[in-house]
T-cell receptor, first 112, second 114 residues
Framework: SQQGEEDPQALSIQEGENATMNCSYKTSINNLQWYRQNSGRGLVHLILIRSNEREKHSGRLRVTLDTSKKSSSLLITASRAADTASYFC???WGGGGNKLTFGTGTQLKVEL | DAGVIQSPRHEVTEMGQEVTLRCKPI?????LFWYRQTMMRGLELLIY????????DSGMPEDRFSAKMPNASFSTLKIQPSEPRDSAVYFC????????????FGPGTRLTVL
């Protein structure tokens, strides 16, 4: 299976703290994307990092990619209660046509 | 743009009944994906279409499931007959070739089969 694995499966932090989620995958990729899912909603695209990039920022989000280790991390700085959601990585590994392979997700809970 | 539209949002049916889920992708997008999400199995890709043609249906669980895309603005996922184990949230997503395959998801249909 090409499916990515994410850890931790669940993460609980206090508001204002940073949250770090990790994603590992199995094959070479064209790009890796992070998505967010609020309870009962569809997934929403957050950020994309290409295989030739090592780090990318968007607002309070920071994504890193290490292609030698086949891993990525998503850092959310200064977390807020509204960041409570599940976060998924998804890989475009080229051999899958137009489809993405989604990871198993990390459930983040940010407490007041 | 209204985003990906799915209907119905909730469906409750009895075992053995036929269920049809509907999806309208974002205008101009040329790939459409059907996913199923459960607590036990996570997010599973069932089938995807490119330019209205089914490309990969390896995720379709069994013959009870079928999907069609008669035109670029409409797709259906049909379950006949439905079973309690089909209870899940079904998502439709669309993407545009050339945009790094970024997918845009609909709000989902929550299906309960009694």
């Amino acid at each position: 299976s090409q499916q990515g694995e994410e850890d931790p499966q669940a993460l609980s932090i206090q508001e204002g703290e940073n949250a770090t989620m990790n994603c590992s995958y199995k094959t070479s990729i064209n790009n890796l994307q992070w998505y967010r899912q609020n309870s009962g909603r569809g997934l929403v695209h957050l950020i994309l990092i290409r295989s030739n990039e090592r780090e990318k920022h968007s607002g309070r989000l920071r994504v890193t990619l290490d292609t030698s280790k086949k891993s990525s991390s998503l850092l959310i700085t200064a977390s807020r209660a509204a960041d409570t959601a599940s976060y998924f990585c998804a890989t475009d590994w080229g051999g899958g046509g137009n489809k993405l392979t989604f990871g198993t997700g990390t459930q983040l809970k940010v407490e007041l | 743009d209204a985003g990906v539209i799915q209907s119905p949002r909730h469906e409750v049916t009895e075992m053995g009944q036929e269920v049809t889920l509907r999806c309208k992708p974002i205008s101009g997008h040329n790939s459409l994906f059907w996913y199923r999400q459960t607590m036990m199995r996570g997010l599973e890709l069932l089938i995807y279409f490119n330019n209205n043609v089914p490309i990969d249906d390896s995720g379709m669980p069994e013959d009870r499931f079928s999907a069609k895309m008669p035109n670029a603005s409409f797709s259906t996922l049909k379950i006949q007959p439905s079973e309690p184990r089909d209870s899940a949230v079904y998502f439709c997503a669309s993407s545009l070739e050339g945009q790094a395959h970024t997918q845009y998801f609909g709000p989902g249909t929550r299906l309960t089969v009694l």
